[in-house]
């Protein structure tokens, strides 16, 4: 698999673009998105788990049923949730407007809004781009339809790679956003996926969601969960290999393995921009009495406002850790618990090591690195994505209306 | 009741002061405080949940099994947690030094420790500091040693007021720290209360964890929950009143009346002096379906650092509200829920009142405000007193090694 984090890519069967509505402001910033399939795809979904679901969601839901689509419509800076029948609404007559120029069934054309929430959103600007937007479809213009997206983001995210799938070469671009609003069961967070492969729609619906539980599902930046979060993934079928029913076919882990590496590496990204972010950790529990046990630890350290800022701060302060661990509901006995470092042991059966705390120190300096605890109750384990907490998170969050 | 917030406040029969032993630094600041009673008093406890429990909590529990204690023993600077075994001795060493002095039995003197997690206690420091602790000691102490017990508490906290029971009067005298690591179950949060009332042990603890339900069990800060929290409160009996031996006799209610009021100012301080916070508010959940879904709609909202952020900036964001009650688990149609600031209604049947929108801001920018939600699912009710969440937060706590 060659793995590239390029904004210049095609995938066969697809177009993409972008323009300028002035749904977020009027200042001429991308601000519409629309993916474009040649014909009817294969099409998988997740969505976010909050009971509060945007209009977007509701009706790309609804219109998933059949398992197929053939466009994905975005807007950045109106969530459209919140919105109760009007939103939905909106939603309906803006992908209604997009399907007719485009000359698909509106049924065929699925929505994503990220931005602010509870503001009606109206369709006359997204009407008015609409033969700017059609106008931009290009096959490598997911690099466009990656800034169009983004809202507190600071980069754009897209993902590349090309895998061999039962001797077909077939390739996968994707395009993500997140930055704030992140924790498992998705978060503001968006992420659309192409693929040129021949996948069956109830198999390409599983490859999805075990991605999705791989890798979106574990991560966090602060604990919220959007209301407007989802993943798509569509197959064009124009790499033309003997389509994929199930993963015992030749080629399904190839598959599965591609989708996989796509989520995980925009996911990684979504962290790494999480809003404020200087650093990424892993937080990796393991000897864990339960799955259960081990994410619930892994997650309430890694959401730890006292371990976030410890984080941003620099500073290898395992008792914030252990307090966090103690709080979990995890079962272990905290005379047990080792922790590291980035390799470097900083406790030993709930102890500290201080003659390691300088190297210790030198690690939570570093960009990016992993904070181990084996909490001797057992064999599971479980690993989450997290950032650290800044000054910029605060001045971010109080400044900017999401 | 007279309700008064003064350091100058004496209960008959008890003593406090309070030393500079250098646990905190070697820069004069007061870190040690004793609370002596003239004679074995009934004494309720209560402390964190937290899985991790410090040395200080393990002791004291132990010792508050008979009811009784004479002492109460306190530091900052120094949790005494994740300590282990030697931990554990270092309490006993220094509780058994403060006792003989005292001409007491060391099992009758309670330890509390706050400060920072992990690091070995020494006693030797402390011993030093002891003589100046005992002759510290004086009536109207309680001041030195809400000072001495502080770590990031801007303000010392204390509490005094009188009330009549059965015809008795009695007093009341407390003081607390709190500042980070706030949440349920407590927080790195001591508080220590003293009444001249006569009271059974067993009604004295029932009185007290009903108070703490009450108050401290519904503030957060941060969502950390300490590893050292406890709250004592001894009853000398100095006042003289018949035994109260339950909420039947007469003066009952008084006192329950009194000790839940000096939790709930004691808590309401704690909160407002929360680190970093520039503003309290309250989180009132009403109209849900159960007593379970109130309190995790009210502590989700509460805990939520985009509501935390948005509260900080003056921004009634009242789709951060809605998000962060679409993932609390608690069971409501987003289109039924309404939502008022101080009375300003934002939210009508789950859309904004957009037209409400700069009187809601103003709002927002007071420095103590209601954020009440009505979920409309029912008749449970919850209200989470909170603040907000600010770039200090994180200085403080990037930079302090708790």
């Known amino acids: 698999m060659t793995d590239r984090a390029t904004e210049t890519f095609v995938v066969p069967g697809f177009r993409a673009g972008a323009a300028a509505a002035g749904v977020k402001k009027a200042d001429g910033r991308l601000d519409v998105a629309l993916i474009v399939a040649d014909g009817p795809c294969p099409t998988a979904g997740v969505f976010t788990r909050n009971l509060v679901q945007a209009a977007p969601v509701v009706l790309s839901r609804e219109r998933l049923r059949s398992g197929y689509a053939r466009a994905i419509l975005a807007n950045s800076g109106n969530a459209n949730a919140g919105t109760g029948a009007p939103g939905l609404e909106a939603a309906r007559a803006w992908t209604a407007l997009a399907a007719e120029a485009l000359g698909v069934g509106s049924e065929e054309v699925l929505m994503a809004s990220t931005g602010v929430i509870g503001l009606p959103l109206s369709v006359g600007p997204m009407e008015r781009a609409l033969p700017r937007l059609i106008a931009s479809l290009a096959p490598d213009g997911f690099g466009a339809a990656a800034r169009a997206i983004m809202t507190t983001d600071t980069v754009p995210k897209t993902f590349f790679a090309r895998t061999e799938v039962a001797g077909v070469e077939v390739g996968l671009g994707g395009i993500g956003k997140g930055a704030g609003m992140i924790r498992p069961d998705l978060a503001t967070m968006l992420c659309f996926l192409c693929t040129d492969a021949r996948v069956e729609p109830k198999y390409l619906s599983r490859v999805l969601s075990r991605a999705v539980d791989a890798s979106f599902n574990r991560i966090t930046i602060d604990g919220d969960t959007s209301t407007n979060d989802c993943v798509f993934l569509m197959a064009s079928g124009a790499a033309g290999n003997a389509p994929l029913a199930g993963p015992n076919d030749r080629g399904g882990p190839a598959l599965e393995?591609?989708?996989?590496?796509?989520?995980?590496?925009?996911?990684?990204?979504?962290?790494?921009?999480?809003?404020?972010?200087?650093?990424?950790?892993?937080?990796?529990?393991?000897?864990?009495?339960?799955?259960?046990?081990?994410?619930?630890?892994?997650?309430?350290?890694?959401?730890?406002?006292?371990?976030?800022?410890?984080?941003?701060?620099?500073?290898?302060?395992?008792?914030?850790?252990?307090?966090?661990?103690?709080?979990?509901?995890?079962?272990?006995d905290p005379e047990d618990v080792d922790i590291f470092f980035d390799g470097v042991q900083m406790v030993a059966g709930g102890l500290g090591l201080w003659s390691n705390e300088s190297r210790a120190a030198e690690v939570m300096r570093r960009p990016e690195m992993t904070i181990q605890i084996d909490l001797k109750a057992g064999q599971a384990s479980f690993t989450v994505l997290t950032c650290d907490f800044s000054r910029e998170y605060v001045s971010i969050n109080a400044d900017y209306r999401s």
Do not use: M, Y
């Not at 962290?271 to 950790?281: L, Q």
């Not at 006292?306 to 008792?319: E, I, M, Q, R, S």
């Open 257 to 332: 393995e591609l989708v996989t590496a796509a989520c995980r590496d925009l996911a990684h990204r979504i962290v790494a921009d999480g809003e404020g972010a200087t650093k990424v950790c892993r937080v990796a529990v393991i000897g864990a009495a339960s799955a259960f046990d081990a994410q619930r630890a892994a997650f309430t350290v890694a959401e730890s406002p006292l371990v976030k800022t410890a984080l941003f701060g620099g500073d290898p302060n395992w008792g914030r850790i252990l307090a966090a661990l103690g709080r979990s509901g995890a079962r272990f």
